[in-house]
């Protein structure tokens, strides 16, 4: 039987990693890219393989998590990529959903290609409670300085090995952090990091290293001799996933931002 035509497409896709043991696909686990998978095979008939642009780790939450697959160029009951979305999402569990469709170029890929990741972390302070945020947001009891944290976070920007913030030993551990930003709304304080790319968990150590510095622990003159990759002092280190979501990946064809730049979110 002859092989259909393809073509290569791009989906951004949504999920709560509450009930995931993360994104990348893993036996005998609930995984964002094997129900991705899993509809997509059984909508086109045939074995479809998705890459993602990152991984996450279970309970890590994306709003703008980008994967790649390739479909019949002709899709079964037509209807062209809007429908194939619809379809999608019809098949798709509740937690996880397509928010957008659209064709790219057969050697568009989702990680190599991406210029930065942006994720967000969320901490509720001083002992508020919103229970229907409890899975997307750290609560906590203390009052953080939050100047501090934002002098810290200041800090941490460029380009360094950030081997201390728990990656196996065996990666390259440089990375380029383009922005750590720390904003405050009343009780709560978000946590933006945009890195070309991250370690495993380094977002969730980098947030518990500044959460150090917002209870007093840590001078934000300090971060420079605790980053020391020589010390891994912060090694296994890590706030719960629950507040972590990847908001987007930035591509060079619909930005212009390059690594002299910083990324607006």
Do not use: C
Not at 31 to 57: K, P, S
Request: proline share 5%; aromatic share 4%; glycine share 8%.
């Amino acid at each position: 039987m002859a092989t259909r035509a393809q073509r290569s497409v791009r989906a951004t896709i949504e999920y709560d990693g509450s009930a995931f043991a993360g994104s990348q696909v893993q036996p005998n686990a609930r995984t964002v890219q094997g129900e991705l998978e899993t509809a997509l095979n059984r909508l086109i008939g045939e074995r479809t393989r998705v890459r993602l642009a990152g991984r996450t780790d279970a309970g890590v939450h994306a709003t703008g998590q980008v994967a790649a697959f390739r479909v019949p160029r002709v899709i079964p009951r037509g209807g062209g990529l809007p429908e194939l979305q619809r379809r999608l999402n019809a098949a798709l569990p509740s937690d996880l959903a397509v928010r957008a469709l659209r064709s790219v170029g057969p050697q568009f890929d989702p990680r190599r290609d991406a210029l930065w990741r942006v994720y967000r972390y969320r901490v509720r302070m001083n002992g508020t409670r919103q229970p229907l945020e409890r899975h997307r947001t750290l609560e906590i009891d203390d009052r953080l300085d939050v100047a501090a944290m934002q002098a810290a976070a200041a800090r941490m920007v460029g380009e360094r090995d950030f081997a201390a913030l728990g990656s196996h030993a065996r990666d390259r551990t440089v990375r380029h952090l383009a922005e750590v930003r720390v904003t405050r709304r009343g009780d709560l304080v978000e946590i933006r990091v945009t890195a070309n790319a991250f370690l495993r968990r380094m977002v969730r150590s980098l947030v518990a290293l500044l959460l150090e510095v917002g209870r007093g622990r840590l001078a934000p003159e300090e971060v420079d001799e605790v980053l020391d990759p020589r010390r891994r002092a912060l090694h296994g280190r890590a706030v719960p996933a629950r507040g972590l979501v990847l908001e987007r990946v930035v591509y060079r064809q619909v930005s212009q931002i390059n690594r002299k730049s910083q990324p607006s979110s």
